[in-house]
């Protein structure tokens, strides 16, 4: 109030109003793998917010090592984080694995695999419903092979009848008989093997060694088992001397046959600039694997890169090798010149 001349006047005060906005945003993020969410407020036009998903690391160190003809043995370690794990395989149908491994897992077994076959293993690290990336893991079985008996055979000149070891053959089974003859003079020939441990058989191939001279022979049958146990005989004709002989039944793995032969047989003598008996084979498949049969009247064989023995023979001069991959031709050192070999290279499909 105040005083205006003689008069006293009201005069209200001037209040100024200035609007203000408040905008509260609110944001949180949790950093656990799988789960990833954010809250906001209404946020003034032209705001954004960016929310990053955490991601899983995958397993590491995953190997799959082949254990025979039918099982992989497969091993990793697994990330700081997972609630599990997703396997796959590739080719056929997984078994022995779960497909879904247990936190807690870091190793497993294959089985069911077939024979001279490349296996994929694919393996995930899990958190609830996320997964890590894959990695992989690959191996190849060996042939399915089971060397039934091997040993030295007992031959007779009157009968012309070589006795081998004593075996025990699965009905049906696909085997093959490998024959190894020194020293038995010229004219040498094989009837198939017949009787005893098998119900028919038939010769798939022969190699005479060294090239030119005689009584040194190799042999190889394919036979059918009959399932039964009894000495393996072989008949020969033409003998002029009691030979030393050795004979070897393997048993091939299931679905296995041995192919005809084509240009599968060597022969030779080692020299200074090389003292390898070699191994060739016609390769008609190539998914296919070999057996390589040698035999030396006066030097022992070192199993070539890539073969396996599946019956050595001990300390005789021969032995009996099997591989993962098909070779065209194969070295088999022998450690000096002038010694003699002869060689069959079977072709077995799986």
């Given at each position: 109030?105040?005083?205006?001349?003689?008069?006293?006047?009201?005069?209200?005060?001037?209040v100024?109003f200035?609007?203000v906005?408040i905008?509260?945003?609110?944001?949180?993020?949790?950093?656990?793998p799988g789960?990833?969410?954010?809250?906001?407020?209404?946020?003034?036009?032209?705001q954004?917010?960016?929310?990053?998903?955490a991601?899983?690391?995958p397993?590491?160190?995953?190997?799959?090592?082949?254990?025979?003809a039918?099982?992989?043995?497969?091993a990793?370690?697994?990330?700081?984080?997972?609630?599990?794990?997703?396997l796959?395989?590739?080719p056929?149908?997984l078994?022995?694995c779960?497909?879904?491994?247990?936190?807690?897992?870091?190793?497993?077994?294959?089985?069911?695999?077939?024979?001279?076959?490349s296996?994929?293993?694919?393996?995930?690290?899990d958190?609830?419903?996320?997964?890590s990336?894959?990695?992989t893991?690959d191996?190849q079985?060996?042939?399915?092979?089971?060397?039934?008996g091997?040993?030295?055979?007992?031959?007779?000149?009157a009968?012309l009848?070589?006795?081998?070891p004593?075996?025990?053959t699965?009905?049906?089974?696909?085997?093959l008989v490998?024959?190894?003859?020194?020293?038995?003079?010229?004219?040498?020939?094989?009837?198939?093997?017949v009787?005893?441990?098998?119900?028919?058989?038939?010769?798939?191939?022969?190699?005479q060694?060294?090239?030119?001279?005689?009584?040194?022979?190799?042999y190889?049958?394919?036979?059918?088992?009959?399932?039964?146990?009894?000495?393996?005989?072989?008949?020969?004709?033409?003998?002029?001397?009691?030979?030393a002989?050795?004979?070897d039944?393997i048993?091939?793995?299931?679905?296995?046959?041995?192919?005809?032969?084509?240009?599968?047989?060597?022969?030779?003598?080692?020299?200074?600039?090389?003292?390898?008996?070699?191994?060739?084979?016609?390769?008609q498949?190539?998914?296919?694997?070999?057996?390589?049969f040698?035999?030396?009247?006066?030097?022992?064989?070192t199993?070539?890169?890539g073969?396996?023995?599946?019956?050595?023979?001990?300390t005789?001069?021969?032995?009996?090798?099997?591989?993962?991959?098909?070779?065209?031709?194969?070295?088999?050192?022998?450690?000096?010149?002038?010694?003699?070999?002869?060689?069959i290279g079977?072709?077995?499909?799986?």
């Amino acid at each position: 109030m105040r005083m205006r001349g003689s008069r006293w006047r009201s005069v209200s005060p001037r209040v100024t109003f200035v609007p203000v906005l408040i905008t509260i945003v609110v944001a949180v993020t949790v950093a656990v793998p799988g789960i990833a969410f954010a809250l906001f407020s209404a946020a003034p036009a032209g705001q954004s917010a960016a929310v990053a998903a955490a991601t899983i690391s995958p397993p590491t160190s995953f190997t799959a090592t082949a254990a025979g003809a039918g099982t992989a043995s497969l091993a990793w370690t697994g990330p700081a984080t997972e609630t599990g794990y997703t396997l796959t395989q590739s080719p056929g149908t997984l078994a022995g694995c779960p497909a879904s491994p247990a936190a807690s897992s870091t190793s497993c077994t294959a089985t069911g695999l077939s024979p001279a076959t490349s296996y994929t293993w694919t393996l995930t690290a899990d958190y609830n419903n996320w997964a890590s990336s894959g990695v992989t893991a690959d191996a190849q079985t060996s042939l399915g092979l089971t060397d039934l008996g091997n040993g030295t055979a007992s031959c007779v000149l009157a009968s012309l009848v070589c006795t081998g070891p004593t075996v025990t053959t699965s009905s049906g089974s696909s085997d093959l008989v490998l024959v190894y003859l020194a020293g038995a003079g010229a004219g040498v020939g094989a009837n198939p093997v017949v009787g005893g441990p098998f119900s028919s058989s038939s010769q798939l191939a022969s190699v005479q060694y060294p090239t030119g001279s005689s009584g040194n022979y190799l042999y190889a049958f394919t036979a059918t088992g009959s399932g039964g146990t009894s000495a393996v005989t072989v008949t020969f004709v033409g003998l002029s001397l009691t030979p030393a002989a050795w004979v070897d039944v393997i048993q091939l793995g299931s679905g296995e046959s041995a192919l005809a032969c084509s240009g599968c047989t060597d022969a030779g003598t080692t020299t200074a600039g090389d003292q390898n008996a070699t191994v060739s084979v016609t390769v008609q498949h190539a998914a296919d694997s070999e057996i390589a049969f040698l035999g030396s009247t006066n030097g022992t064989f070192t199993a070539a890169s890539g073969f396996t023995a599946v019956a050595g023979g001990g300390t005789s001069m021969f032995g009996s090798y099997s591989d993962l991959a098909v070779q065209s031709s194969a070295g088999f050192p022998m450690g000096s010149s002038g010694l003699t070999w002869g060689s069959i290279g079977i072709e077995v499909q799986p």
